[in-house]
């Protein structure tokens, strides 16, 4: 797991203690709900939304 | 009054849109200091309107069920030459030189917009205790939230204020106040309605529709601003179809799915029992009734958190450095999602792929799904922990637990009031059909309506 204070602390959003605490908490929470899911994904599986390919100007 | 008895009543010559607009204009300002329903209220140009809608239809130009019906719009969608605050000190004086598409189809379609409701700041949260422009109060009990983030749109026609009133919804915000408010509440498919012109909370979850007092009044507001629109690149293509159910439309060939897991879990049981209610009448009008099991919901809220936290960082990212612009929850969200990591968030895209494969083998099974609307009824104002089954919930997180999730699967779902429990406070059932199957949804959900007979429930408290 992420130390979710010291990454907050070293970020530019300014946050003070005790939010700082909290915010890092709700973090972590998250993180562990959603590290499995990611570890779990087969490697070909692509995003919901991908780049277009642009359209061929027929000749 | 629904949509379609007003509309009757214009043709019958026993009202007309001036009238209407007065009636809604006077309610507006006699329910604002209870109910706090509207940051902006349109009076000069609702009333210049509706003459121009009454001159119409006089000279025999007939734009159909909405036209010369009051109704409004959440303080999301522009409008032009009228500020759109999105409840925020960000947007406090934003005058919009557009309109969003579907003001401008709901004005195509005859409607009179009579002002702009309130919301949970941002739209990013399901209380609608706004701290800058105030809370929004639920007309079934002024001690309650409204439900957000669409909160003043659910207080509004909950109340009669307005006919109808669009609400967005990114995780839950038109149902949650649909639900709690005892108002039906319409998330059309992905795509479905068009985005331009909507101040974003976020990309990819984003949708509009509008919370009415009928299901029918919901489906006719959906042909209206349903369609392709250019402007909005998730947009579709798929015909409009004809969404008005017919009365009495039988359910014999609907296979609803009543889910074993997850939906009936950590659930007020009055809210479990009146949904229950729901499967049996579905059930008596000829519905089949299949048990299923749903793919990981947990697991879908939790991607679909992880998307709204980083695309809503993104989408305010460069204001995030005025703090004092912030309400506490808001900005607490937005520096989360701040710090979500790119891979995290392309993962949970990646994630929301297969959740999409995962729900279209349940659509295989089942036309529609029945499920809570909201674990509970209303919380009060102010309120911010349930205790459920002996824990303590967030109260974020628990309303929004039967509702984010269909966001990210892009499916239809609606919010039908389906009783009261024994506070007196509204009970929501929610429908979902497959990607694309909104006509389906409505049929569905109006012939339950008709057999419940729920939608005639008013708050006594006005």
Redesign the interface.
């Known amino acids: 797991m992420k130390d979710?204070k010291l990454?907050?602390e070293a970020?530019d959003?300014?946050?003070e203690e005790p939010?700082k605490e909290?915010?890092a908490l709700?973090?972590a929470s998250?993180e562990a709900?959603?590290r499995p899911?990611?570890e779990a994904?087969p490697v070909e599986?692509?995003?919901?939304?991908t780049v277009a390919a642009p359209r061929e100007e027929a000749p | 009054m629904t949509v379609q008895e007003a509309a009757a009543q214009i043709r019958a010559r026993k009202t007309n849109s001036r009238e209407l607009v007065a009636e809604s204009l006077q309610s507006i300002h006699r329910l604002q200091p209870r109910l706090n329903a509207f940051i902006t209220v349109m009076d000069e140009q609702a009333q210049r309107r509706a003459e121009a809608m009454d001159r119409e239809l006089e000279s025999g130009y007939d734009r159909g069920p909405l036209h010369g019906i009051p109704v409004a719009v959440k303080d999301v969608f522009c409008t032009r030459g009228v500020r759109t605050t999105c409840g925020s000190l960000l947007f406090k004086d934003h005058i919009p030189d557009i309109d969003a598409a579907v003001v401008e189809r709901l004005e195509q379609a005859g409607a009179v917009i009579t002002g702009k409701t309130s919301l949970h700041e941002l739209a990013y949260g399901i209380t609608s205790n706004n701290p800058h422009f105030g809370a929004v109060h639920n007309p079934w009990a002024p001690d309650r939230v409204a439900g957000g983030s669409s909160g003043g749109s659910g207080s509004a026609v909950a109340a009669g204020l307005v006919f109808m009133a669009m609400g967005s919804d990114t995780g839950g915000s038109i149902r949650i106040p649909a639900s709690f408010c005892g108002t039906v509440g319409l998330k059309p498919t992905t795509g479905r309605v068009s985005r331009y012109g909507v101040l974003p909370l976020d990309f990819?979850l984003d949708h509009m529709g509008p919370l009415t007092r009928s299901v029918r009044d919901a489906a006719l507001t959906l042909e209206a601003i349903a369609g392709h629109d250019p402007r909005d690149d998730s947009s579709s293509r798929v015909p409009v179809a004809a969404y008005v159910p017919a009365q009495q439309a039988p359910l014999n060939s609907l296979r609803l799915g009543v889910p074993e897991n997850f939906y009936f879990e950590r659930v007020d049981p009055e809210v479990e029992r009146s949904v229950r209610n729901v499967a049996e009448v579905a059930a008596r009008l000829g519905a089949r009734l299949i048990s299923v099991r749903v793919p990981d919901i947990?697991?879908i809220n939790?991607?679909g958190?992880?998307i709204l936290?980083a695309e809503a960082a993104a989408v305010l990212h460069n204001h995030?450095?005025k703090?004092d612009r912030f309400g506490t929850d808001v900005l607490?969200l937005l520096?989360?999602g701040?710090?979500i990591p790119a891979a995290?968030y392309?993962?949970?895209?990646?994630?929301?792929?297969?959740a999409?494969a995962d729900f279209n083998r349940l659509w295989d099974q089942v036309d529609c799904l029945l499920t809570p609307t909201t674990p509970t009824t209303a919380p009060r104002l102010g309120q911010e922990r349930i205790r459920l089954e002996g824990e303590e919930f967030d109260v974020r997180l628990l309303s929004t637990r039967f509702v984010r999730g269909v966001n990210v699967i892009t499916a239809p779902a609606l919010s039908l009031p389906c009783g009261l429990d024994s506070g007196g406070l509204p009970i929501g059932a929610q429908l979902l059909a497959r990607p694309f199957g909104d006509a389906v949804l409505l049929q569905a959900a109006a012939a339950l309506e008709d057999a419940l007979g729920c939608h005639d429930m008013v708050p006594q408290s006005l």
Do not use: C, H, Y
């Not at chain 1, 599986?45 to 939304?49: N, Y």
């Not at chain 2, 392309?346 to 297969?354: F, P």
């Open positions: 979710w990454l907050l970020s959003l300014g946050i939010r909290q915010l709700a973090l998250l709900a959603f899911l990611a994904l599986t692509e995003p919901a939304f | 990819t947990d697991a939790t991607l958190r992880v936290l995030l450095k703090k607490a520096e989360q701040a710090m995290d392309i993962n949970a895209q990646r994630l929301r792929r297969l999409v």
